[in-house]
């Protein structure tokens, strides 16, 4: 798929803020996503964003009733907003429970919602414009990863009784068939985070902190990454599946799945990592909540600021090669003409 580039200044997408920031290697312009095709600003507030790889398409949660054409009810609703257009499209099949996801490939849109007395994932093909429920789980937990298509998603579920019966769960790339990973060493595993091939797969032990790999190839399960006697959470798995970022004590650590050594990134908390697992998206370690965000080059060691105001990130909130990043901010000044006190979704690019 070839990905639209943003030609001209769509509404809402003037920046208030400096068009390059200073100390940064890459000039700078930020927009507002959250907003109608003309420019109407919305009328609730919008969370959970999360960008294709190939930066063309984010899809977001708002309680807005006025970004999409015809669009009159007042639930949290999931949004696919095309970049090159402003176009926005809603998706609605149960009420989204957690950030809304895109695949890999941008062509796939899913989030958890209850159905009956049940959690499913419920997926919307952009192409085919239908609906399906992949999978239903436990009404206790249930997270869920994408990988590049319908093929390959990853489940992690954890029923209560019996606890024996904690795993993840894998719907395989060549069958469609689940492939099941016991999870012997604790309790309820959790935050999957699955490369875009289906072949591996980092998840957080639910009850000790440690962080797990799995592998395709012999079914083999590897860790905890962090060593011994640490603690240590899950961020993500990057889309190739080389990198997987984790927290441990105030620091960063950014784990190369095939030498198992990590790249230690002191007195920061990592929020993302791109597809290619070379640009870390990070806040100043400690936060709780919403704080300036800045992009990291894993080589160089640069750092670029996405925004010196309080916003918050998602995983896959960064496209390939660090280009795009989406976030959140209830502040006011990032973009013009920001004047409906909500939180809104915002777009930082960088050229």
């Known amino acids: ?69 015809g669009d009159t009810g007042r639930n949290e609703e999931a949004f696919v907003r095309e970049l090159a257009t402003g176009q926005n499209r809603k998706f609605g099949s149960g009420y989204p429970v957690g950030p809304p996801m895109l695949s890999s490939d941008g062509e796939i849109v899913a989030h958890l919602g209850y159905r009956y007395n049940h959690m499913a994932l419920y997926q919307y093909s952009l192409g085919s414009m239908g609906w399906w429920t992949a999978y239903t789980c436990s009404i206790h937990t249930c997270d869920a990863a994408m ?55 980092a998840y957080q032990d639910g ?27 899950l961020v993500q798995l990057s ?39 070379r640009y870390l998206l990070h806040t100043p370690s400690g936060t709780t909540g919403p704080a300036p965000l800045t992009l990291r080059d894993l080589v160089t060691g640069t750092d670029e600021t996405v925004t010196d105001r309080p916003a918050s990130a998602e995983v896959d909130a960064v496209s390939s090669g660090g280009r795009h990043v989406v976030f959140q901010s209830a502040a006011d000044d990032i973009v013009p003409g920001d004047t409906n006190g909500k939180t809104d979704i915002f777009l930082r690019t960088f050229h």
């Open 147 to 201: 990988g590049e298509g319908q093929g390959q998603q990853a489940f992690s579920v954890s029923f209560r009784h019996p606890e024996t019966n904690q795993r993840v769960e894998i719907r395989r790339p060549d069958t469609g068939g689940l492939q099941t990973i016991d999870v012997v060493h604790n309790r309820a595993p959790i935050r999957p985070s699955i490369s875009k091939d289906g072949t591996r797969l």
């Open 239 to 277: 889309d190739e599946g080389g990198k997987a970022v984790y927290l441990s004590g105030s620091d960063t650590y950014v784990h190369d799945t095939a030498s198992g050594t990590a790249q230690h990134v002191p007195n920061v908390k990592g929020v993302a990592i791109d597809p290619t697992g």
């Open 207 to 233: 009850g000790e902190k440690d962080v797990f790999l799995w592998d395709w190839s012999g079914n083999a399960v590897t860790g905890p990454i962090e060593g011994p006697g640490k603690a240590a959470e």
């Open 1 to 69: 798929m070839i990905c639209g580039a943003i030609t001209a200044v769509l509404p809402g997408a003037a920046s208030a803020e400096p068009s390059a920031d200073a100390g940064s290697v890459r000039p700078t312009a930020v927009e507002r996503v959250s907003v109608a095709a003309d420019g109407t600003q919305a009328n609730d507030d919008s969370s959970g964003a999360s960008i294709a790889p190939a930066g063309h398409r984010v899809v977001f949660t708002s309680y807005a009733n006025n970004l999409s054409p």
